[in-house]
């Protein structure tokens, strides 16, 4: 629908830097308050992880005790937006005239119904990328909800010859027509946006309800269904989704300005992801503050889109994936209570908020929220699938192998693409069963649906060591997963293990000591390290890591190696030559196969 090459600049208003600095010292001095001081660090630190709401009453706090330093105020405001607070509209009148503060106050209007002022407002903020795209739209829309239909019409006309958004601008402006109650009109407009058949859940929408409404209901079911394949998550409300396409999309005018905001979310998502390549830790000053920017704005919007519609199932979900991409997931979680109880996707929201669960650990919510799903909806593959993730970060391995196979049965075609996923939650549970020989063919089945997936390959390679499987080929596939992800610690310390085992103890140590560098508390990497010491016939080290590892809770299977390789080392220092202890298997290469499943038993990442 929209070019991912289009860009959004800062908004005006916001400013250029971290919002969260360091305030001048100063400020406090002259203010000669110690609640300022300690607001001034609640709103930082809130700030710096994610809490908006909490650092927008702190540093409105602030703004109250020092009248007459405005940056408080200015980060009191931005942080109100991007909570979705609506005192939001009461800081926007003390700021600086700008984009921002034009649009909160314009919306609030709107939502007041005082359309002629929410006009005023829009018409108000100055021009800049952003409201070249935005000012159509709001200007259409709070015209047509002061019953100003012809003008709102007029207000997109320049707008619907543009060669990338055009077909979206039409589609508003049908939908203007069709909420006037100008049918031909409106028919003649949707017409004329007929390719924008697809691309958001919203389009989709629109599109089929106006093919119901000339009569082609197969059409429009098609539609909705390819909408729905392209976004699997929405299985969960397939049903409710189908019978939204029988009553009108838009009712209100206010809902048309939330799908402007909408747009431009949309827009810097995709710009987004063409940033999704370099990690946080490689990319440039410049670059990095270049993505923050497009990322408090896409927050902004959405937020925007729902304070005028809270039922914008789309915006919802959009904010809540963003946030969980920025390991906000509590905050993910959050943005998808709210919904109106009526919310035909309350059943997609119930399923992302129990695959946040699994994300926080709550995996016994996590698994019971699925299960009440499923009653309700028993051929849901999606929830299946996400039963099967939350049974195996329980380590309920035969459970979560059921509800995989489940998923599989369920899907309507051969499996293909993210398929492979199902298929890789089986590998696990089989192999933790001691099921090597299934689990492989798994495995290698899911490499032929994604042959460059870096967790796949790492599993696949890890265990075929463990197991005995082709060291050379093991070898291979680990060097590949860290190629395609340099950066992941876990994999890094799987490919350093490996090699470790295999012999090659001066070229895995380094590894394992990066890994362990960066991820000192993970008792697995501990426990590698400490083997690989051994190896490296520095003892001392090698039990100081252990005894490290046994500190940081290791499950049950890693606390038997780890207890294993200490009571050796205890045998070996009273009598190295006769410790007394068998020699457990990992402290010496595994280049020859593992003699029993008993042994490969190794912990995977």
Excluded: C
């Amino acid at each position: 629908m929209v070019v991912a090459s289009l860009v959004v600049p800062l908004i005006a208003g916001i400013p250029n830097r971290e919002i969260h600095a360091a305030t001048p010292a100063e400020a406090i001095i002259h203010a000669g308050q110690q609640d300022l001081a300690t607001n001034l660090l609640v709103g930082s630190v809130a700030a710096s992880e994610g809490d908006n709401a909490s650092a927008a009453q702190a540093f409105g706090n602030a703004a109250r005790l020092a009248p007459t330093y405005h940056l408080f105020s200015e980060r009191a405001f931005y942080y109100s937006i991007l909570a979705g607070r609506p005192e939001a509209a009461t800081l926007a009148r003390s700021q600086t005239p700008g984009v921002m503060s034009a649009l909160v106050l314009g919306n609030a209007a709107a939502l007041a119904g005082k359309w002629d002022e929410a006009l005023a407002s829009y018409q108000s903020a100055p021009g800049d990328q952003l409201m070249t795209l935005l000012r159509p739209l709001l200007r259409a829309w709070a015209l047509q909800g002061a019953g100003r239909t012809d003008e709102a019409l007029a207000a997109l006309d320049t707008a619907r010859q543009d060669r990338t958004l055009g077909g979206y601008y039409t589609l508003h402006a049908a939908l203007v027509a069709q909420l006037s109650g100008q049918k031909m009109r409106a028919d003649t407009l949707f017409r004329q946006a007929g390719s924008m058949t697809g691309g958001d859940l919203f389009t989709s929408l629109v599109m089929a309800r106006w093919l119901v409404t000339q009569g082609h209901v197969a059409d429009a079911q098609s539609l909705v269904n390819q909408r729905i394949a392209g976004m699997p998550v929405l299985e969960a409300a397939r049903a409710n989704i189908m019978a939204m396409i029988q009553r009108p999309v838009v009712t209100h005018a206010t809902q048309g300005l939330a799908q402007a905001y909408g747009l431009v979310a949309l827009l810097i998502d995709q710009q987004l992801y063409t940033h999704d390549g370099p990690d946080d830790d490689h990319q440039s000053p410049d670059m990095a503050m270049e993505i923050g920017t497009l990322r408090g704005t896409e927050q902004m919007m959405l937020r925007m889109a729902l304070m005028l519609d809270p039922a914008d199932s789309e915006a919802r979900l959009l904010l809540s994936s963003m946030l969980h991409l920025r390991k906000q997931d509590r905050q993910a979680r959050e943005a998808l209570d709210g919904a109106p109880a009526d919310d035909p996707l309350l059943p997609v929201y119930r399923t992302e908020q129990a695959d946040l669960d699994v994300v926080m650990g709550h995996k016994e919510q996590a698994a019971q929220e699925l299960r009440d799903l499923l009653r309700q909806a028993p051929d849901d593959r999606m929830l299946w699938s996400s039963l099967g993730d939350a049974l195996l970060d329980q380590q309920k391995w035969a459970e979560a192998l059921d509800a995989y196979q489940r998923a599989v049965a369920l899907t309507p075609h051969q499996l293909e693409g993210d398929d492979w996923r199902l298929l890789f939650g089986q590998a696990i549970a089989q192999e933790r069963q001691n099921h090597w020989p299934q689990a492989r063919v798994l495995l290698q089945h899911a490499l032929q649906l994604s042959p460059n997936e870096a967790e796949l390959l790492n599993y696949l390679g890890y265990s075929m060591v463990e197991h005995g499987g082709d060291p050379a080929q093991a070898e291979t596939y680990l060097r590949r997963a860290l190629a395609l992800a340099p950066s992941d610690n876990q994999i890094r310390d799987s490919v350093g293990w490996v090699l470790m085992r295999l012999g090659h103890v001066s070229e895995g140590l380094p590894l394992l000591e990066q890994s362990a560098e960066q991820m000192p508390q993970d008792p697995a990497i501990n426990y590698h390290l400490g083997v690989a010491y051994w190896m490296a016939g520095r003892r001392l080290e090698a039990v100081n890591e252990w005894q490290n590892a046994i500190q940081f809770q290791p499950d049950p299977m890693d606390r038997r190696k780890i207890m294993a390789a200490l009571a050796y080392a205890k045998a070996w220092q009273a009598n190295a030559a006769h410790p007394g202890v068998a020699l457990p298997a990992d402290l010496r290469p595994a280049v020859q196969p593992a003699s029993s499943p008993s042994q490969a038993n190794g912990t995977h990442h």
